[in-house]
């Protein structure tokens, strides 16, 4: 009895909190369309690339950069662009072969804009991305970006990462003041606290000093230099899974579009991946996956998998696990806890880590990049390294809208995704599936929010409590009956359950309200003015 008068109070609360949610969902819905419409167009037509400063070609360099991957490559290329003497060292400067970051977001397209960097989605055969199909049991759902008020150019993009990393690498190779080089990084070099350069190994093998006013740390997701920079709490949550398929006729039932299929115990994507080209990846919950040497994973997917995808992909599917060539990567998560330390920066998939089944990571890379870059853009001397970090502190807040919207997300939608075994969660998949198959604002919010077009942390929580309100209220049509009552109240707490750990990690006050922290107040002013730069040169 005390249990029920308990849900009850929990339920009250929840309800209050929720129609407070979504009248502040209608009044920010209102002006995120008024933002949307604003995003200029001119911020999509192609900018020249050569407004470069012209400034030192020699000398020792002001900044060094870990890693040439998308985020040490795309700050490479925009301080060097500022002016900045750049080295950057990298471990492989081969094009690389994996199967991460080859989905852009829409969103991300617009970063790559601002840095005039956009080029280098062009020549690697990439494909323009309208939205997503997610698919249910035989029914699905198309999500497409409202990407009306934008140039045709502007949409998600897939490619070949490796084809995409050398685009990259190839542009900021181009600044003369870039100065890019192979070599592993073994540690940061530390003076009374105060980070003064990198060691690293050079092609040779020999044992280098590089010293410089500011170190970047873009060393990805394996980092072994992140440990002095932050507090890592690396989660690996799943796997993925990957294979590259050759359709029959090369396109996917929705062409342009990626493919989400809802099975169980966990989603499966496709997206293509060149014109003839599409990528599968099959997410595999928790910490071990079948074997893939010893044939116990091509069984899984056979037996398991398969027999939940579309028709159109099944058979293409069966025989890419009989030629082989199946690779995995861990699916990790880690928020963002900076150490600021004097001298060095931490970012990209170092610094921070989400579920990748929303493709957001290389736009929250280039999003932090344009941040950075904005922020460093008036600082002549970095040689100050107190200053520069107090200066900097207002980074881990600016960055907070795009980065903590996307990373909050996708972990909020894996977690709805792939339902934990009790009725409420897989109720909550169910609404969450027909929330977004209902259409208009109800699709184009989160589909907004996913894209990286519409980076409103207040948007998501509402469109995440709306989602658990529909699936609520779908119980209790036509009639409720207290069985269905209780489920309704566990389908709540289990939502709640889901969002609040991701919020918390992300910081309740930077997400929600960092108006009320001086350090934003502060860099926002920078940032806005390197934005007026921008608009004049
Ligand atoms: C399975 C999977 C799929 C994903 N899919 C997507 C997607 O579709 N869309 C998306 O936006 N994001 C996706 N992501 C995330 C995305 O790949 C990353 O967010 C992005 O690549 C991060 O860029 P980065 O520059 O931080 O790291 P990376 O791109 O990994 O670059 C790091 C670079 O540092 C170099 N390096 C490492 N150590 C050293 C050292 N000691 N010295 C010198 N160099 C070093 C590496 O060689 C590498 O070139 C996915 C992630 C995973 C795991």
Redesign the pocket.
Known sequence: MELNMMEQYILGGFIALVFGLILLYIFLEKSSKCSVKEAPRGASARKSSENVVVGRKDGPPDVVI????????ALAYSLAKDGRIVQV????LSQ?DR???????PG?YLKLVELGMEECVDGIDSQQVYGYALYKEGRYAKLTYPLQQFSSDVSGR?FH?GRF?QRLREKAASLPNVRMEQ????SLIEEKGTVKGVR?KNRDGQDIKSYAPLTIV????????RKNLCIPQVNIVSH?V?MVLNLENGKLPHPNHGHVILANPSPVLF?PVSSTEVRC?VDVPGQKMPSISNGDMAQYLKTKVAPQLPSELHDAFINQIEKGDIRS????SMPASPLPTPGAVL????FN?RH?LT???????LSDVVVLRDLLRPIEDLGNAAALTKHLESFYTLRKPVASTINTLAGALYKVFCPAPDQASREMREACFDYLSLGGMYSQGPILLLSGLNPRPMSLVAHFFAVAIYGVGRLLLPYPSPNRLLLGVRLLLSAYGIIFPIVKSEGVRQMFFPITIPAYNRGASVVMKSAMFDMMT
């Open positions: 870990v890693g040439a991957g998308v985020a040490g490559s060292i990298e471990r492989d690389p199967i991460v970051g080859e989905l852009l977001q991300g897939s990462h990393i070599g592993t990084v073994t690293y873009c060393d990805g997701c394996f980092s072994n230099l993925f990957g997206y990846l990567m861990p699916n990790r970012l990209g998939d170092a880590m990748p493709g957001g990571g290389m736009t929250v890379a």
